[in-house]
């Protein structure tokens, strides 16, 4: 219903990659996360962020994106790591167990603090 | 059946007056035989009845054939009159031509004698057949011409039509008082034939059909109405002159007087031939190019309606490639489309081969033609480019002037249309012109097909999802177990799109009882094909596990690494014992248990992750199991996001309040009550705005050692299992 509501912005902070999403990660919209995550990946970018700061919601079509390469970045020393959620965004994650996954931290800094340790 | 019954009776009554006709012609041979075999003039008696005769054949004749010509006309229309009046004008001249030459030729070879009457027995019956095949010819040039006419069906000319029957029979009455009179000359006759040979052409106003015509119909009609001119014009003057053949002596001697009725008939066509020559003529010379037009225009209408008609794409094709090569003055065409990748493919081909298609193609400077062409393009000669002229330098080319129609669809190009022709300039600017309208309407055309055929591929899909429903719903439980000191009810709402959505109600091996509540990631087929999957996982292992928590851990263990890594399942698991008050809880990343427990109600969330995230040392650690000692009268609810996030057009959820809120309320006394009441809740909470995804939920209370439930289950059960509850209608 919402698919053209969503939108990645790209940003580099040194060698970590993130991705900032917007609007609504459901079934329609998760290939164009999946693809994006993917060329980074393809490119040997392996350590990103996704930031949630903008996402509205989140279906559990969305959350399966970051099962996909997560063992792929680990394997290769990087990580994705999830920044800025909503709390209604959060809970669906949490439900899920997704904290006990990955990194879910408050902001990019955070991550980026993460990263370099 | 009726209307070709009324014709047959027709013909038969037609068949009837030509009986007749032969007959009175027989006798009338015969009487005359009689009168010259007994070598004497007729008496006035015999004359008369000599003539009656003749007349009653004419009559039966004419009134024969113009039945048969009424109604042929009834059945034509005027808009084919053109062909008609050719085809009938043919079939006249004929006719006309071989009764003047074998009657000039018999009247040679039998009469002699320069009188009026005939000499003998033979020569008598000769004289009547030549003069009653005149007056044949006569009738059916009259009713031709009549017919031409008539097939415009203006009042004026229906009143010409019969001025014209009323001045033939003037004219003939006129001529015989002449006769009588032994007037050698009398002007009366020949004047009233012209003044309505006059009239005649006045009436011929409309000659538009000529122009109608192809080029080789109007050759046709010029040599006709050439030809017609001077015979009918001979035989006229012969009729109303001093006799120039032997011919109109028999039609006397057939008729007494006659011979000016025929010479009238004989004029008229003249005059008609005459009035058809000049426009044909005329129109002559631009025939080709009218035929040209008129083609186009009738190969743009076919194909026009090929396009509103077809949903065919490969006929489509094969009809445009066939139409350009008729509409333009190629040798040879092909049609080709390519794919989204680029690859080029031949969709249809007239008059070459693919192997020729390869060999053009290897030529680069062809190549690129073709795939530069952004409109229609015309190459006159190859000769002219320096790239080109390899193709053209051989003995027998396959080209030596091309057109390229690209077609597009919207705005991108998915093929081309390319018609060939062996000499150079070989096309004009015209055959362009058409050919690019062509390419205009085919690419509507092609839009249409390919959208048809989309809608009946999605009409199929949607089908095989319907089949893939059906499916999914045989693998819910059809029958809850009857549990002892427990009450059950179960709910399943489908959305449109197939999903996930999971429940069951599992006997295990200790005789315990499994309840599920789950979901698989993402909607659609792949979904379902999981879920099939999950329950075939649950069947296999419920004989093997002991408690919530295990039994999760071992569907983990099983599907882990075998599904796709982005799908994973939320799945609840509650164990419950007969006439037990002791349940133990565990949750694979699913929603929460509802809990209503000792007069509170809880949101109950053990720690789990989602089945296919985590591999079985990771998962396994991560669940916890909860175990709940109920009092009679609490309550335990199960669901899927469908209904906790079914939202309404203010994009608010559901949630789980609604839910608690009913679970503590007193009305809530028993599963189906529960079920009920949340359903109604949801439905007043989302109004008309549309469900998106399955909502799917599970109430059960513990009721307390040894009660039976099952009656009281059973009245519920079908009602309940994917049944829309009968609140439905007053809740909106």
Redesign the interface.
Known sequence: MNESKFTIEHHSIGDIKCLKIQGYLDAHTAPQLESAIGNLVQEGKHKIIVNFSELDYISSAGLGVFMVYIEDVRELGGDIKLSEMKPKVFTVFDLLGFPMLFEIVENNHAAIAKFSN | MSSELVNDKIRNNFTLFYLAAFIALALKIILDAIFVLADRAPASFGLISSSILAISFVSGILIGRFGQVSTSIDRHRAGNAGSLILDGGGRILTITLVGLLGGILLMLIFSQSSSQDPSGMFESVIMNLVGAAFHYIAIETILFIYFALYIRRHEKTKKFCKILAVGILVIYILDLLGKLAQEANNPLAGISAFVLCIMLLLTIGRTKWIALLTKQEKKKLVWQSALGFFIFTFFSVDCFTDHITQLPKSIDFFLYGSSSIVGVAMMFSAVYSARLFFPALVALPTASAVDRRNSEVSSLTHLNRIIAETIDFDMLIENLTQRSLEVSRATSAWCELYSPTGERSIASLKYINKEQIDWLYSFAAFESLVSKSTGTNLIESFEEYEELAPLASYQKPIARSLIVVPLYEGLSKIGALIVLNTQSFGFENDDMNVLSSFGDNISVALKNARLIRESISHERIQHEIQVARQIQNKLLPQKIPVISGYDIAPYSLPATEVGGDYYDVITLQDGKIAIFMG??????VPAAFYMAELKGVVLALAQEVRGARDFLCKINATMFGNIE????I?LSCVVIEPDSPKISLARA????FLVKQHGGVSVV?P????IG??KSE?FDT?LEEYFLDLSVGDACFLFT?GLSERQNSQDKDFGYEPILDILRSPSAESAQMIIKEVMKAVEYHAGSFPQ?DDMTCLAFIYRGKGVDNSKRNLDHFEESLMIKPEYDSQTS
């Open positions: 979901d698989v990631s993402g909607k659609g890594k982005q799908t994973y939320t990343g699913h929603m929460p969330t720690r789990g992750l989602g995230l985590a990771v991560l996001d998106h």
